[in-house]
């Protein structure tokens, strides 16, 4: 090796390399993995403050490919938005996660679940089709458009001037649109009046604050109260423990996610913690 300056440089670019290569490994094989069925859903419960009671869950996306890891879609997301693949697989999700949407509603009843989640990005926001794939999707399954949930982020929205009129179009086929990470992103208050959102998710960072200094608390309590006077529900996501959740519930919120009440689930295990909220 040369100087330590030029080690410096060999160094990053090797690793810039590396995850270009990663990348491009990626996108090469995130096709093939739509055809082959290696990608499924799994579901983490809402659930309402303070029992703990599903009233909704969220779709999350894994990858399994055939060699038995699970690639994260922090890792494969981004590509497939890159890569433009994410309106296809998008599709697939939307209407994956209405197909169990039409099971689970006609099992346990139709409110049995107030909203089935699903996450929709940026590119998908640009994509003019997007409110026809969704429409077409719940008439397929027969799932009212009440029971949906479009979570989207501000920094999607704002990505361009059609995100916010494709929002506008989802919103008028009555799905309910819930704004995710809120506060992580190039946040507005501005955007809660623009855009026509129903719910809140208050971002785990804000949550993990909660039982700290009142400044730590301090977004956590403040979002809440704009939500309820704008007539929002809020999710606070991330909760891992259960001193979080009775503070949340003394904050006022009623709605929470996190793995202190359950981590993502197979579909199945959606169906058992709706018969034992039918035997409550
Ligand atoms: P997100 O939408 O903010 O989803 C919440 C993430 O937090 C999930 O990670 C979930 O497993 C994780 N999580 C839930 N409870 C807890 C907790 O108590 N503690 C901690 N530390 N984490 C918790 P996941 O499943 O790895 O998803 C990561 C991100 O990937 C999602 O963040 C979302 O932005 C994106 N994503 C996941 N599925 C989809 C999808 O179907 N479509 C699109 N476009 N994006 C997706
Ligand atoms: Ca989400
Ligand atoms: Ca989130
Ligand atoms: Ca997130």
Redesign the pocket.
Known sequence: AASGAGDRVVRYDASLEQRLSQRATIAADLRRALGAGEFH??Y?PIVRLPHGTVAGV?????WTPADGRTV???DF?PV??DTGL?VE??AW?IDT?CAQAAQWLRRHGQDALRSIA????AR?LLDPNLPEVVASALARHGVPANRLTI?I?ETAVFAGGRALTTVQALSQLGVNLAL??FGTGHSSLGLLRTCPVNAI?V??SFVDGLGGTPQQEAIAIAVHGIAERMGLYTVA????TAAQARRLHELGYRHA?????A??LPAAGIDALLEENSRL
């Open positions: 859903l799994l983490q969220e779709s999350l996306i894994r994260s879609p922090a997301i497939a938005e994410i697989l998008g999700i996660v699903v996450n929709v990005s998908q979570e982020t995710d990470d998710k971002d785990k996501e991330g909760v891992e996610q996190g793995f202190h009440f981590p993502p």
